[in-house]
Nanobody
């Protein structure tokens, strides 16, 4: 079983940057696609970005394309989300999701992720 722990959230002004981390334990995630999702108050959880097992294939929601970058370090069993040019509408709890072992394809579908972290709050002020 994989445990995922997100960190790096906080309060930032619009236009600023944050880097989120998702540290995995329990087993390696090197053969699993990973993703970031977010949930704003009163809204459903939505896809943000995903990355394939080797870090080459990535997928982004249109709302973050060109501003956010997903990456991974398999040696550290960690996935990152670099968020630049943050907007007030990026305010949400950000969750890291992991697909099961050997599921290496990127997908924006929440139902295809088997493991989830507890989330980290990102608040962007105007």
């Amino acid at each position: 079983q994989v445990q995922l722990v997100e960190s790096g959230g906080g309060l930032v002004q619009a236009g600023g940057s944050l880097r989120l981390s998702c540290a995995a334990s329990g087993r390696t995630i090197s053969r699993s696609a990973m993703g970031w999702f977010r949930q704003a108050p009163g809204q459903e959880r939505e896809f943000v970005a995903a990355i394939g097992w080797n870090g080459i294939t990535t997928l982004y929601a249109d709302s973050v394309k060109g501003r956010f970058t997903i990456s991974r370090d398999n040696a550290k069993n960690t996935v990152y989300l670099q968020m630049n040019s943050l907007k007030v509408e990026d305010t949400a709890v950000y969750f890291c999701g992991g697909r099961r072992y050997d599921s290496s394809g990127v997908t924006p579908n929440e139902s295809e992720y088997d493991h989830w972290g507890q989330g980290t709050q990102v608040t962007v002020s105007s």
